[in-house]
């Protein structure tokens, strides 16, 4: 080697460490370089006073905002104070399904007419205090063999992120609003128990931080309402509770168009778009929600219905969201982004 390459080489190998030595001095740059967007901060706070537990275009709501307003919600446990740490297996029998679901609002949204969607991107999900999970009798997917009362309560403190199930069993908490929706377009007072076209009790454990949830307007204003949080929930939600617990709810609302004239609520994330279908069977509800992935598809991606109908059976992901909210189930069909 001749003493200029010699030299070179000598350089290049000194600066090579002198980077190294730096890269490892300084702290890591976060995934993207830090583009992530930070979190908005409320504008406006609804607290777990302001509750009902029904549907109804006849309620009125309790606090009016802009389109693209950031709300904090604080929300009840499901019981609405009926299932504390001192409840008993015997007192299950005494629990009032009337009072079921206390739900934070309803929120009326400037320029919400029927016809147009309410986007609800939700933000932060917290959980904030104690929670529970049951069998109740009669209540539950498998309730003809699960015929005995049962009740585990769970500590959790504010900001938790896992939970103990027993001695042997920890699972990692994701909160997520169990109910969620607009007000429907009757004076009748409808209980909140089944999932319906205006969202509802749809216990879609996807509807968390970081999803947009789109839903169909049936009244002026939207009357948004929220509640029936969950600590942790699987798929179908199948002995009829999940960890009921009390949140604290971070979320935006804005005004859309409806072009494709939606009818049941859809939602997305920076990964998938999603569609829900409710029905009195899985079945039905499954059927319901590949045909709405299909116009989906034809609508936003330009393919024929034939086309659309193989890429369901194809890239598709039906989920069963839940089974036990009688007289509905709901099921979600999830499209992944990455393969357009």
């Known amino acids: 080697m001749s003493p200029n390459r010699g030299t070179i080489a000598l350089r290049l190998l000194i600066a090579g460490l002198i980077l190294a030595a730096t890269a490892c001095a300084v702290e890591p740059m976060p995934d993207d370089a830090g583009t992530a967007a930070p979190r908005p901060e409320p504008q406006y706070t609804l607290g ?12 009125p709501p309790v606090l009016t905002v802009p389109s693209g307003a950031v709300v904090e919600v ?7 104070g009926q299932i504390t740490p001192a409840t008993l297996e015997a007192d299950l029998a005494n629990v009032d399904f009337g009072l079921i679901h206390p739900l934070t609002g309803p929120i009326a949204v400037e320029g919400a007419s029927p016809g147009d969607i309410l986007a609800v991107t939700i933000q932060e999900v917290e959980v ?16 003809d063999e699960f015929t005995e009362p049962w009740i585990r309560g769970f500590d959790m403190e504010p900001g938790a992120t896992e939970v103990a199930f027993n001695d042997d069993i ?14 429907p377009a009757t004076d009748s007072m409808l209980v909140t128990i089944p999932p319906r076209e205006n969202g509802g009790n749809m216990d879609n454990r996807y509807l968390g931080p ?19 949080a969950h600590a942790v929930q699987g798929d179908g939600e199948v002995s009829g509770t999940a960890i009921e617990a009390p ?6 609302v804005e005004v859309i168009d409806n072009p494709r004239g939606m009818v049941e609520p859809q939602y997305e994330t920076d990964d998938y778009y999603a569609v829900t279908g409710f ?12 045909r709405y992935m299909i116009d989906y ?27 036990v909210d009688v007289p509905h189930m709901l099921v979600s069909m999830h499209m992944p982004k990455g393969i357009f």
Not at 170 to 181: A, C, R, S
Not at 210 to 228: K, R
Not at 279 to 290: F, P, S
């Open 247 to 252: 949140v604290r709810v971070v979320f935006t």
């Open 128 to 143: 904030t205090g104690w929670g529970w999970a049951t069998i109740l009798p009669g209540f539950g997917f498998l309730a």
């Open 170 to 183: 920890t699972i990692p908490l994701d909160p997520f609003p169990g109910v969620m929706g607009v007000a």
């Open 74 to 80: 604080l929300t009840k446990e499901a019981s609405d």
């Open 279 to 290: 029905g009195t069977t899985i079945d039905e509800a499954a059927r319901k929600a590949t």
């Open 297 to 323: 598809l034809v609508a936003e991606h330009g393919l024929t219905r034939n086309e659309a109908y193989v890429l369901c059976s194809l890239a598709g992901d039906l989920k069963i969201s839940e089974t």
């Open 48 to 59: 777990a006073e302001n509750t009902h537990a029904r549907w109804s275009a006849a309620i």
């Open 210 to 228: 970081g999803t947009t949830v789109y839903f169909p307007v049936q009244v002026e204003g939207a009357n948004f309402s929220i509640g029936d």
